[in-house]
């Protein structure tokens, strides 16, 4: 297994930031936009996408912060405001939890339909700004994540440009080191902040580290299980539900299926 996710983190971070840059750069050319509008939450993911604006399209991208201040840490929040001081972009704060009562006054309880609503939440504030401003809306799915379907459908999967959607967790953290990301970011759980004490890996189960394995083997070495299993190293158990996952997650990385 280390072996495979050494493989994995030795990458030329120089050419993949490069190549980045080019792509954003070119589809806002191309669809005439006048800038990025980008949803910073103190993440890595995130914070990785605000880095990169920040060398290339400073001037061009706004950073949204929107804690829910009922759940949201302060700590977040405050990593936040100081990722996008530090990258020098603009930003405005939103606290979602105001929005987020009056919705929940109207629906039946349920702590995953109003977790995700939270995601949903700040995609309609994200598409408001960028409405407003003739811009394009960035995405900060890492390939991880994506892959597994760890994202909300129309929340933090909405979005016109996906800068960072093929690289990795293990991919992201290397590559924040390159991009001057600080340490406290890199090392600090991820959370997508659905919900009180809200930790990724705890959900599911899993370390990223393994999450990416099995998936790398899976996709770019095209192994077969038993082989994943014996000779990579991992867990069965771990390999059934991240493979379960990817399998039942299809909808969530298609445009809606429609009838012909």
Same mark, same amino acid.
């Given at each position: 297994?280390?072996?495979?996710?050494?493989?994995?983190?030795?990458?030329?971070?120089?050419?993949?930031?490069?190549?980045?840059?080019?792509?954003?750069?070119?589809?806002?050319?191309?669809?005439?936009?006048?800038?990025?509008?980008?949803? #910073?939450?103190?993440?890595?993911?995130?914070?990785?996408?605000?880095?990169?604006?920040?060398?290339?399209?400073?001037? &061009?991208?706004?950073?949204?912060?929107?804690?829910?201040?009922?759940?949201?840490?302060?700590?977040?929040?405050?990593?936040?405001?100081?990722?996008?001081?530090?990258?020098?972009?603009?930003?405005?704060?939103?606290?979602?939890?105001?929005?987020?009562?009056?919705?929940?006054?109207?629906?039946?309880?349920? &702590?995953?339909?109003?977790?995700?609503?939270?995601?949903?939440?700040?995609?309609?504030? #994200?598409?408001?700004?960028?409405?407003?401003?003739?811009?394009?809306?960035?995405?900060?799915?890492? &390939?991880?994540?994506?892959?597994?379907?760890?994202?909300?459908?129309?929340?933090?999967?909405?979005?016109?440009?996906?800068?960072?959607?093929?690289?990795?967790?293990?991919?992201?953290?290397?590559?924040?080191?390159?991009?001057?990301?600080?340490?406290?970011?890199?090392?600090?759980?991820?959370?997508?902040?659905?919900?009180?004490?809200?930790?990724?890996?705890?959900?599911?189960?899993?370390?990223?580290?393994?999450?990416?394995?099995?998936?790398?083997?899976?996709?770019?070495?095209?192994?077969?299980?038993?082989?994943?299993?014996?000779?990579?190293?991992?867990?069965?158990?771990?390999?059934?539900?991240?493979?379960?996952?990817?399998?039942?997650?299809?909808?969530?990385?298609?445009?809606?299926?429609?009838?012909?």
């Amino acid at each position: 297994m280390k072996k495979i996710l050494e493989e994995i983190k030795n990458q030329d971070y120089e050419s993949i930031k490069k190549g980045i840059a080019q792509f954003l750069l070119g589809e806002l050319t191309s669809s005439h936009a006048n800038g990025l509008v980008l949803g #910073l939450s103190g993440g890595i993911d995130s914070a990785v996408v605000a880095a990169i604006c920040s060398n290339f399209l400073r001037e &061009k991208t706004l950073a949204i912060l929107m804690p829910d201040s009922e759940i949201t840490p302060s700590q977040e929040t405050e990593d936040a405001i100081f990722l996008a001081e530090r990258f020098g972009l603009k930003y405005k704060i939103i606290d979602i939890r105001s929005i987020h009562y009056e919705f929940n006054k109207h629906l039946e309880p349920n &702590k995953w339909a109003l977790g995700n609503l939270r995601a949903r939440i700040r995609a309609n504030i #994200l598409y408001y700004h960028a409405n407003v401003t003739t811009s394009l809306v960035l995405g900060s799915s890492d &390939k991880s994540e994506f892959l597994i379907g760890y994202f909300t459908k129309y929340g933090d999967g909405s979005s016109d440009l996906q800068p960072i959607v093929s690289l990795y967790k293990t991919q992201i953290r290397e590559f924040a080191r390159h991009l001057g990301v600080p340490a406290k970011i890199i090392q600090k759980k991820s959370s997508p902040h659905l919900w009180s004490n809200h930790i990724a890996e705890d959900e599911l189960g899993a370390t990223y580290e393994e999450i990416d394995v099995i998936l790398y083997c899976m996709m770019e070495k095209k192994m077969p299980p038993d082989e994943i299993l014996n000779i990579v190293g991992v867990r069965a158990h771990v390999f059934d539900k991240i493979n379960t996952l990817y399998k039942n997650s299809e909808h969530k990385r298609v445009l809606a299926r429609h009838f012909i």
